[in-house]
C-alpha cells in the first residue's frame, strides 16, 4: 500500500480526512490579542518524520529547471530537507546523527514514503536523528552543489539539535550509497561509519583508490548479488580493496532480484 500511494508529501491522513468531510484535527488556534502584542513563543518540537527548510547561500537562480537530468534542479534559495527525530527525544543529551541520502530520480522523502520500516530501525530504534537533504535536485550525485546542500543542512541539524560529534552515521541506496563512499572517503574524519546499499564508489571507477582513506571509518557494505546497476563484482572488489587497506569493514550480499525492487522491498533489516 506504502508504495502504491507513494506518500511523498505526507499526504495520506490529509486525504483520508477529507474525505470525512471534517477537517477540525488539521485546525489551529491563534490567540488574537498576543498576535497583536507581539508575544513570542518558542517553537514546537516536532519529533518523528517531517519536512522542514532552510536559506541556502547559493544563488543559483528561481524556479525549477525541468530539463531532463538537470543538475542543479530545485533552484531557488528556499531548499528543504526531511528529518526524523525519535520520540523520546528531549534535548537534554545529544544523540548520533544519521544521514539518508537519496537515490538518483527521487527526493529528500524517499525514505519516510517507502521505506518506513528503514527509517524505524535507523532512526527511531537506534535512537537516532536522521535526515535526508534534496541536494538541489533527483541526480546531482551528491557531489558540486549537491555536497553543498548537505553541509547547509549539516548546519542546520547542528543549529537545531544536539548531536553526538563523535557518532555520525552516512548513509543512503544506490546514488545514497555512492555519496556514502565519496563523502564518506573524502572527509573520514568527519563519520563514525559509513553505510552504502548498493552503490560503488565512483573513484574506484576513474581509477583512484582512496580506500586507505578509511582506516578510522568503519564501513558497511551491502549489495545485491544480482544487481544490474550495481555489480556485485565491483562490490566484490572494493570489499577487497579494504581488506587490502586494512580497514574495518563488513561486507553483505543480499537475495534481492533486482535494484529498484532492492529499494522498494524496506528490507536491508536481513
Known amino acids: 500500500t506504502v508504495l502504491v500511494t507513494g506518500n511523498f508529501w505526507a499526504e495520506d491522513d490529509q486525504a483520508a480526512t477529507l474525505a470525512t468531510g471534517n477537517v477540525s484535527k488539521f485546525s489551529e488556534l491563534v490567540h488574537w490579542r498576543q498576535l497583536a502584542r507581539h508575544v513570542r513563543t518558542r517553537p514546537p518540537l516536532v519529533r518523528g518524520y517531517s519536512d522542514r527548510w532552510y536559506v541556502t547561500s547559493l544563488h543559483l537562480g528561481q524556479g525549477v529547471d525541468s530539463t531532463m537530468d538537470a543538475n542543479p534542479a530545485y533552484l531557488s534559495r528556499i531548499q528543504p530537507y526531511a528529518v526524523y527525530v525519535p520520540k523520546n527525544y528531549t534535548g537534554r543529551r545529544p544523540l548520533p546523527l544519521t544521514w539518508l541520502l537519496h537515490s538518483l530520480d527521487v527526493n529528500y522523502n524517499q525514505y519516510g514514503a517507502i521505506d518506513p520500516r528503514q527509517v524505524q530501525e535507523e532512526c527511531q530504534d537506534r535512537d537516532s536523528i536522521c535526515a535526508s537533504p534534496e541536494g538541489f ?21 547542528a543549529v537545531g539539535f544536539r548531536l553526538d560529534r563523535n557518532r555520525t552515521v552516512i548513509s543512503g ?11 564518506g572517503l573524502t572527509y573520514p574524519s568527519d563519520f563514525s561509519e559509513s553505510m552504502p546499499l548498493d552503490g560503488l564508489d565512483d573513484s574506484a571507477c576513474s581509477g583512484t583508490n582512496r580506500t586507505a582513506n578509511a582506516r578510522w571509518e568503519p564501513f558497511v557494505i551491502s549489495n545485491a548479488a544480482v544487481d544490474e546497476e550495481s555489480p556485485w563484482t565491483d562490490a566484490e572488489t572494493e570489499a577487497a580493496d579494504f581488506q587490502s587497506a586494512g580497514n574495518r569493514y563488513k561486507f553483505f550480499t543480499t537475495t534481492m532480484p533486482e535494484h529498484n525492487v532492492t529499494a522498494a522491498a524496506d528490507g536491508f533489516s536481513t
Open 173 to 183: 541506496y544506490s546514488m545514497g550509497g555512492i555519496g556514502s563512499f565519496e563523502i
Open 137 to 157: 535536485g533527483a541526480d546531482g550525485g551528491w557531489a558540486g552543489d549537491a555536497e553543498h546542500d548537505f553541509w547547509q543542512v549539516w548546519h542546520e541539524m
